[in-house]
């Protein structure tokens, strides 16, 4: 059966789910946690999406995410690429880490926003890993009570749903997820419902399959035709072996626009050239540093994505 496209609502909220490839861990230490933590702002500052609640266990993660004008398979792809290559470097491995594509149900916030954030702060108490969720340090459940800060979560609508006050708001936001406390599994938000990637009322579905679907991604043929000009190389040569510094480097922003655009897996552009996964990886870690830099060079690959997504 084929997949549905994706569906992209500027403005929508959305509960993705990132699991480790076959219920492998995703997260090793306290330090993986925290780079994750660092990528998920960087991505917020990038994309512009704002991040409701989270919950990072062992072998996945859940966000509530609500994304502005960018694709969320944009954002989550470069998060997950991103934090996949801190873990395969940090563990000396090679390879996929998540599983398969990412799952995201778009929900109508107007009837699931709270419930949505409780059901992802209890995670832990569900799990039988801790009895309050507030003993559970990774979540977004002790920033909404005032015991951390972390500026990239966005407390501010869902705490206002309880009252103006933020001291009242934390209090009832508290004894909002204690009534829920003995709650189980739930489906809905994971999918399982009629159209799985919509969570609302036959209105709220309606109004979202009539909004536009997120554009296709390019292919990969889209990329190699707009880069191998500019390297005045052609896809033979770039298969060919050879470490000659610029057919390198052009196959480092094949794999970076094959990553950013959603046209192809690193995996499958090391495939293609016949490259080893961690040498092409080295590549486009080098083309996202300078991008990171260089601010010439962001500009480049921004002027690159633009003219292969409208090609």
Same mark, same amino acid.
């Given at each position: 059966?084929?997949?549905?496209?994706?569906?992209?609502?500027?403005?929508?909220?959305?509960?993705?789910?990132?699991?480790?490839?076959?219920?492998?861990?995703?997260?090793?230490?306290?330090?993986?946690?925290?780079?994750?933590?660092?990528?998920?702002?960087?991505?917020?500052?990038?994309?512009?999406?704002?991040?409701?609640?989270?919950?990072?266990?062992?072998?996945?993660?859940?966000? =509530?995410? $609500? +994304?502005?004008?960018? /694709? #969320?398979?944009?954002?989550?792809?470069? !998060? %997950?690429?991103?934090?996949?290559?801190?873990?395969?470097?940090?563990?000396?491995?090679?390879?996929?880490?998540?599983?398969?594509?990412?799952?995201?149900?778009?929900?109508?916030?107007?009837?699931?926003?709270?419930?949505?954030?409780?059901?992802?702060?209890?995670?832990?108490?569900?799990?039988?890993?801790?009895?309050?969720?507030?003993?559970?340090?990774?979540?977004?459940?002790?920033?909404?009570?005032?015991?951390?800060?972390?500026?990239?979560?966005?407390?501010?609508?869902?705490?206002?749903?309880?009252?103006?006050?933020?001291?009242?708001?934390?209090?009832?936001?508290?004894?909002?997820?204690?009534?829920?406390?003995?709650?189980?599994?739930?489906?809905?938000?994971?999918?399982?419902?009629?159209?799985?990637?919509?969570?609302?009322?036959?209105?709220? =579905?309606? $109004? +979202?399959?009539?909004? /536009? #679907?997120?554009?296709?991604?390019?292919? !990969? %043929?889209?990329?190699?035709?707009?880069?191998?000009?500019?390297?005045?190389?052609?896809?033979?040569?770039?298969?060919?072996?050879?470490?000659?510094?610029?057919?390198?480097?052009?196959?480092?922003?094949?794999?970076?626009?094959?990553?950013?655009?959603?046209?192809?897996?690193?995996?499958?552009?090391?495939?293609?050239?016949?490259?080893?996964?961690?040498?092409?990886?080295?590549?486009?870690?080098?083309?996202?540093?300078?991008?990171?830099?260089?601010?010439?060079?962001?500009?480049?690959?921004?002027?690159?994505?633009?003219?292969?997504?409208?090609?």
């Amino acid at each position: 059966m084929a997949r549905k496209p994706r569906l992209h609502v500027p403005g929508g909220v959305y509960h993705v789910m990132l699991r480790g490839n076959a219920g492998q861990d995703i997260f090793f230490s306290e330090g993986d946690r925290a780079v994750f933590y660092l990528l998920v702002q960087e991505g917020i500052e990038r994309f512009g999406h704002r991040v409701h609640g989270f919950c990072l266990m062992t072998h996945h993660v859940h966000l =509530l995410l $609500q +994304v502005a004008d960018v /694709p #969320l398979s944009r954002s989550l792809q470069n !998060l %997950a690429f991103r934090y996949t290559r801190w873990i395969n470097r940090e563990r000396g491995q090679v390879g996929h880490l998540f599983q398969g594509r990412y799952k995201a149900v778009l929900v109508d916030a107007d009837a699931y926003l709270l419930e949505l954030v409780r059901y992802i702060h209890l995670n832990p108490v569900r799990a039988g890993l801790v009895a309050d969720p507030a003993e559970y340090p990774w979540s977004g459940h002790r920033a909404y009570l005032g015991m951390e800060t972390l500026p990239w979560l966005h407390t501010e609508w869902v705490l206002g749903q309880f009252a103006k006050r933020l001291a009242t708001s934390r209090k009832r936001y508290a004894a909002f997820v204690a009534a829920g406390m003995a709650e189980g599994h739930r489906p809905e938000f994971h999918g399982g419902d009629d159209d799985g990637r919509v969570l609302g009322e036959e209105s709220f =579905l309606a $109004q +979202v399959l009539e909004a /536009p #679907l997120a554009p296709p991604p390019p292919d !990969l %043929a889209a990329i190699l035709d707009y880069v191998c000009p500019r390297y005045e190389t052609n896809v033979d040569a770039l298969g060919k072996p050879s470490r000659t510094h610029h057919l390198a480097e052009a196959r480092g922003v094949i794999g970076w626009l094959a990553m950013h655009t959603g046209a192809a897996t690193l995996t499958e552009v090391a495939r293609r050239f016949h490259r080893d996964l961690a040498t092409l990886s080295q590549a486009v870690r080098r083309i996202d540093l300078a991008s990171q830099q260089d601010p010439a060079a962001a500009r480049k690959l921004k002027r690159a994505i633009n003219e292969i997504t409208k090609a």
